[in-house]
């Protein structure tokens, strides 16, 4: 096998085995430098983060959803005082013959390259997960990410993604005492800063611009329009907002709080034969009063796990969101130059567009349950949010790239302001997870890493 070809057999085999078929040519090894025109196998110095003349960040992520400020809380909000990450999947590889056997120029599947060994090292069953968070013991976080990359069913998720975050910790005895602790510390957070009589101006001006967003929050689902949970959306970025002033509160939070408050919710919901909770009107017939707080709880929490991992998101100037539109253009341009010229050529800013990308991660660009399902690699992923969303992104911008460099710039602002997404299945999205893997195998190094982080 020659030196290139091994190369390729390995890049496609490290994709997970139930992605979809992902080409990989000659052409993609050279522009990632691991390979040069006579294909052979070269080393790879990645060229340095382009960077961006310093702007001002936009106010926000969009404006067109007006939301009229909701009341400030009544401070009798009554709460139960009863309570008291990591490497990627990796499969087998592509044997001699099996290289053989294949048309020269084409690809294998993906789910073709170690199916077997993983199934018979880790059956993918939900069953077996359910197993594994179910044991006595302690929960092997590798297997366990292995297994939650690939997509999670609504009855493990919850605690997947709990345990995924270090919210709890893998050892199951210490569990319940833990749950307790952090939900016993989040009451008083909303006894401190909550129900407080006494809101400086700057409090009273983060509660309102918190109250404009929270309307705004997935408008497409009723769920989100039912008051008790967007009191507790407003609570939670509240409590958070006060207890963070390094950043305080940003838009497009109010986007990352709501896939937590939904997985949490649907974790106590016990009416999911009358329908889906996403299109409930009410929640006071399906929650008792406990379990709307422990959901509330368990979410703030989570979501303070997230924001940690990109901080620079948030702070002054967002740097962490411009490095990234910098180095998002960079690599479409590495990738895709045809699509990076075009859109250079039509005078469109990266900022333009990715800005909001980058800030709510997708969750207006994608359907929610769709976001769903990939917040489940991003939290099995190393750096899944802070790195390998810009992957996702850049692969979400390819889908389009025959289409995109048809249009001009008016054109151009508005499909991607309102990509056509809305019919999207979970295939589509797998698509766009195995390619951004696939990228990421490719292209990262370390340093690019440190840098995107």
């Known amino acids: 096998m020659s030196a290139e070809a091994e190369f390729r057999g390995r890049m496609v085999s490290e994709v997970p085995g139930h992605v979809r078929r992902i080409e990989v040519d000659v052409n993609w090894f050279e522009l990632a430098g691991v390979a040069d025109p006579d294909g052979k196998v070269a080393s790879h110095q990645a060229d340095a983060v382009v960077g961006i003349p310093s702007k001002s960040a936009p106010e926000g992520p969009d404006d067109e959803l007006p939301g009229e400020p909701m009341q400030k809380p009544d401070a009798s909000f009554v709460v139960t005082d009863e309570e008291g990450a990591d490497q990627a ?80 910790p893998v050892n199951a005895s210490r569990r319940q005492e833990t749950l307790s602790m952090k939900r016993t510390s989040y009451r008083h957070a909303v006894d401190q800063y909550w129900k407080a009589s006494d809101w400086s101006a700057d409090e009273e001006a983060v509660f309102r611009q918190i109250s404009v967003d929270i309307p705004r929050t997935c408008p497409d689902h009723k769920l989100f329009h039912v008051k008790q949970v967007q009191e507790i959306l407003q609570r939670i970025l509240f409590v958070w907002a006060l207890k963070h002033p390094a950043s ?138 802070a790195v390998f969303h810009v992957y996702v992104c850049a692969a979400l911008l390819a889908r389009f790239s025959d289409v995109l460099r048809e249009m001009d710039f008016q054109e151009l602002v508005m499909f991607l302001q309102n990509l056509p997404t809305k019919d999207w299945t979970r295939n589509d999205v797998e698509m766009l997870l195995s390619q951004a893997f696939m990228w990421r195998t490719i292209f990262d190094d370390k340093r690019l890493s440190k840098d995107l982080k």
């Open 89 to 168: 999947p990796v499969e087998g590889e592509e044997t001699d013959d099996q290289e053989s056997q294949r048309e020269p120029g084409s690809q294998p599947e993906a789910a073709d390259l170690g199916a077997d060994r993983a199934e018979e090292a880790f059956p993918e069953s939900r069953s077996t997960l359910a197993g594994l968070l179910g044991e006595e013991t302690t929960v092997e976080l590798d297997q366990l990410k292995r297994l939650a990359w690939k997509g999670l069913e609504d009855e493990t998720r919850p605690m997947t993604w709990k345990l995924l975050l270090n919210y709890l």
């Open 248 to 385: 305080g509160y940003v838009q497009g939070m109010n986007d990352l709080v709501s896939p937590f408050v939904y997985v949490f919710l649907l974790e106590q919901y016990e009416a999911r034969a009358e329908g889906g909770l996403l299109s409930r009107r009410s929640v006071e017939d399906a929650f008792s009063e406990e379990q709307l707080f422990h959901a509330e709880a368990d979410s703030y929490w989570c979501l303070t796990a997230l924001l940690d991992t990109i901080q620079d998101y948030f702070t002054f100037s967002q740097p962490g969101i411009q490095k990234r539109v910098a180095y998002l253009e960079d690599f479409v341009h590495r990738v895709d130059p045809a699509l990076g010229e075009h859109l250079q050529k039509e005078n469109l800013q990266f900022l333009q567009f990715s800005f909001r990308w980058l800030n709510c991660l997708l969750m207006r660009e994608l359907p929610f349950e769709l976001m769903v399902r990939v917040w489940d690699t991003y939290l099995s992923e190393p750096d899944g949010f």
